[in-house]
T-cell receptor, first 116, second 110 residues
Framework: DTEVTQTPKHLVMGMTNKKSLKCEQH?????MYWYKQKAKKPPELMFV???????INESVPSRFSPECPNSSLLNLHLHALQPEDSALYLC???????????????FGAGTRLSVL | QKEVEQNSGPLSVPEGAIASLNCTYS??????FFWYRQYSGKSPELIMF????GDKEDGRFTAQLNKASQYVSLLIRDSQPSDSATYLC??????????FGDGTTLTVKP
């Protein structure tokens, strides 16, 4: 099973709403990632969790708040977003945060977010 | 200079031809290199990864790495219309972080 499950698939929210994106994997992976992808652009790294600890934060605005409750789950809490935050949000996991095959990332299908 | 650069597209090849996708990177300390394929509206999926100089073959796909030239490529032999997608080069520059190139969009025409 190489599946990373993201919910919801689509989300529409207003600028004053609070919502959360969820990601789950059962591959025993110890590194999990959040990416943001705009149309016709590559995925842009936001956060990396390694062994449930935040290891990389790519200077993401505080209106995005990640959480890793356990080794299988990753959340992204959203608050007071702007219309320019509309994008596809991808979750990925890898065996760990190492190199080589251990860094092969498996992506979920993504959450398409629209901020009105 | 971007950390990871890919040859500008779009790239169009006839069915059955060889498609050649190129990627250069700036960090000499980079250790692992990945090619992901992304169909329109879908998420990226791994095609190949390579970390030693030379060639690595998997079916119709061959990845080539030259660390001295800081260059990695992907060759697709006997291209099929189903290969039409955006190909993303990713470079593992630090443990736990992969930097993606902008991608090259490939169209294989029947």
């Amino acid at each position: 099973d190489t599946e990373v499950t993201q919910t919801p698939k689509h989300l529409v929210m207003g600028m004053t709403n609070k919502k959360s994106l969820k990601c789950e994997q059962h591959m025993g992976h110890r590194a999990m990632y959040w990416y943001k992808q705009k149309a016709k652009k590559p995925p842009e790294l936001m956060f990396v969790y390694s062994y449930e600890k935040l290891s990389i934060n790519e200077s993401v605005p505080s209106r995005f708040s990640p959480e890793c409750p356990n080794s299988s789950l990753l959340n992204l809490h959203l608050h007071a977003l702007q219309p320019e935050d509309s994008a596809l949000y991808l979750c990925a996991s890898s065996q760990d945060g190492g190199t080589g095959a251990k860094n092969i990332q498996y992506f979920g299908a993504g959450t398409r977010l629209s901020v009105l | 200079q971007k950390e990871v650069e890919q040859n500008s597209g779009p790239l169009s090849v006839p069915e059955g031809a060889i498609a050649s996708l190129n990627c250069t990177y700036s960090d000499r300390g980079s250790q692992s290199f990945f090619w992901y394929r992304q169909y329109s509206g879908k998420s990226p999926e791994l095609i190949m990864f390579i970390y030693s100089n030379g060639d690595k073959e998997d079916g119709r796909f061959t990845a080539q790495l030259n660390k001295a030239s800081q260059y990695v490529s992907l060759l697709i032999r006997d291209s099929q219309p189903s290969d039409s997608a955006t190909y993303l080069c990713a470079v593992n520059t630090n443990a736990g972080k992969s930097t993606f190139g902008d991608g090259t969009t490939l169209t294989v025409k029947p």
